[in-house]
Structure formats: C-alpha cells, structure tokens
C-alpha cells in the first residue's frame, strides 16, 4: 500500500494527474488513463478503513452533488430498463468519487497539476495548427470532435490562467508565469483553430470567475492592463483571417437567416430544430422526462410528421445539456445537473474567505470547470460523450482536492 511516510502516495497521484492532462488532449481515449489509475488506488484505499481521510463539510457537499448526479441517472436507467451500457458514462461519476477519497488523503503535487495543464493545452495547439495548416483541415479535432476538443482546449488554457495565484508565491515566478500564460495562450489557439463557438461563450464567465475569486489583488492598473489585453488578443482572433473565427461568426447569423427562411439543414438551424423538439418534449412530461429510448423514439415521430429534418435524427442529444437532461430526465435531471454545476461553486467560494493567493488558485480552478461546462452546455450536451463526463469528473476532484486535503504533515502516521 502506498503510503505518505515515503512519499509514494503523493507522487503516485502526481504521475496520474500528469497522465491525465497530457495525454487528454493529445491521444485517443487519453482522459481515461491517470483516472483508471487513480480509480483502482481508490478501491485499494477503500479497503484500508483506517487510511481514510477524514471529510470536511465542503468534501462531503461535492460527494453528495457527484453521488446526486450518478443516482438520478442510474435511476433513470434501471426505471426504464435501458441496457447495461446506459450505465457506463454515469459510473464515471461513482469512480471519480472513490478517486476523491485517495486524492483527499494523498493530494498531488500542486506544481504537477499546472505543468500538467500547460503541456496539455501545449499538446493540444501542436495538433490544431498542424491540421489546419499542413493537413489542411477545416476544423482541428485531434482525436475527438471538434466541438469537445476545442471546448476543452479552451479551458485547459483557462485553468492556466488560474494558477497565475499559485505562481506568484514561488521562486521562480516568473518562469512560471511565463509557462501559463503560454498555456492560455495555446489552449486559446486550438479552440479557436477547432471553430468551436461554444468555448467562446464560456469567456466572460471565466472572466468572472478570475475577477471575482483574485479581487483583492486586482488593483484598477492590473484589471485596466487585463481587459486592454483581452480585447486586444480577441481582436487578433476576429481580423486575423487565418484563425476563421469571423467566418464561423458570420455563420450564425446567416443561418439564423436562412432558418427564419425555412432552411434548417445548417449547424445553427440544426440545433433550433432540436431545441424546439426538446422543449415540446419537456412540456409533454416535465416531471418524468422520455429517457433515451423515449427520447429517440419521440423525436423519430417529430420526423415522420415533418415537424423537424430527418437528418436531425442522426443526434440522440439535444446540443443543450439543460434541454437534453431535462426532456430525458425531468425536472429532477435538471436539479441534478444545476446541483453538479453551481454547488461546487458555492462551495470553492465559501473556502476563500480570508485565503491565500495559492488556496484562491485551486478554488478558481475547480470554480473555472463548473462554469466552464455551463458555457459549453449552452450549445452541446457535454454529458453525453465520454470525454465531456471523464473530465468534468475528475477534473472537479482533483481541483478539490488540492484545495481540501489536508497538509502532509497531518496525514503522517
């Protein structure tokens, strides 16, 4: 068993933790290896009763909302007598708390945790510009789709940002502010390089996120010097003809317009389609939903009465996490997910009150992937792919994690 009398522990979460950011962006299925790891060192714990950490409030509250989320959706499943395989994408949730468990006893090295987040996004902008520009893609993907791959490349960047806290208090500062800043900066350029409108979405409530959690050090020079170089690095995104976000701006407008024409069959009119399904469906059974066969089946009869495009059936989601949760799983689908996404936090900001600049760090982070996921649910059902599950779940503990486990010294026996 691994212990923190030799460090073994410790750094056997930072390997995994270092696993995850690398490879999640960067190898097909990545996002599934240091979790595996960290899941199988949880079971182990969980055997040894008196290696158990010792909960605090905060730590039990993100058990209940990942345990809240797994149940409803179990539940769901074995109510309508789904498959088996409806079970797999919520049991990520159940492990990521037995994983919880281990990292709360044995926390990673905070340094690993960014490095591993800079050499992602890092990763990540390698593959973007070299299908773009030597494969001559229309949208870089890596080995995933381009909307999850350039939705998570955006907030890799901005969990860089957050550890500008972390990286104040060390010695060496600025190399290391250097270092996440360019991991911004590259997550930035492979969600751009992806045309994924959806991480877009999600910037001003990660500006949000860092003014509100850093405010005690944001003088009016600091935050003045912040916005001019927003606005500047936006603009460079939108002019820059290269990069192709003015054309995938164009494009929502015009296939707004084409859709008030009657034209749905484009990715903007597409998704209106299945958004006006959805709430037709959510108004039929608001408190039980349609579960996924019923969901599949409902929208089949949208089809055949040509109420919406058969070429939509091609989706078994709504590309709205809130209307697809809420037309399968009713209203208590819905409080489970705005459970998963807004009490953790809650909880990151109850815990710093009074912090320091590195605790703010960790909370941003955890608070930055919560918020991230709204702005990416907007326009995609994130839940219903296993890149989206594995990396909120695992991302959100590790986050915490960092910020609530206790001190190394406490945990020596």
Known sequence: MLTDRTGLGEYYSSVCIFLFGVLCLTVDSGYSWGPALLFLAGLILLFRKSQWPRLKVESSVLVAVLALFFGVWVLDVILRGESASGLDRPSRFLAAVVAFFWLLRYPPRPAVFWLCLVVGAFGAAGIAVWERFVEDAARASGYNHPIQFGNLSMMFGLLCLCGAGWAVGQRNRMLWLCLLFTGFLCGFLASILSGSRGGWVSLPLAVLVLYFFYRPWLNKKVMSGIVLAGVALVAVAYFVPQTGVQD????????????????????????????????????????????????????????????????????????????????????????????????????????????????????????????????????????SHNSGVMVFAFMLVICASLLLAETRESRVQ
């Open 248 to 383: 995938r701006v164009m494009q929502v407008y015009y296939d707004v317009k084409l859709h008030s024409e009657g034209r749905v069959n484009t990715p903007v009119g597409t998704r209106l389609e299945m958004w006006n399904a959805a709430a037709v469906m959510i108004a039929e059974k608001p408190f039980t939903g349609w579960g996924q066969p019923g969901y599949e089946s409902r929208m089949e009869v949208f089809a055949d009465n040509g109420e919406i495009d058969r070429d939509i059936l091609q989706y078994d989601h709504a590309h709205n996490e809130f209307l697809d949760i809420t037309a399968k799983r009713g209203i208590a689908g819905l409080l489970s997910l705005l459970s998963l996404y807004f009490i953790p936090v809650v909880v990151f900001w109850r815990t710093i009150k009074g912090a320091s600049l590195e605790r703010r760090s960790f909370a941003a982070a955890g608070a930055m992937v919560c918020l991230s996921y709204v702005g990416f649910s907007l326009s995609q059902s994130f839940m």
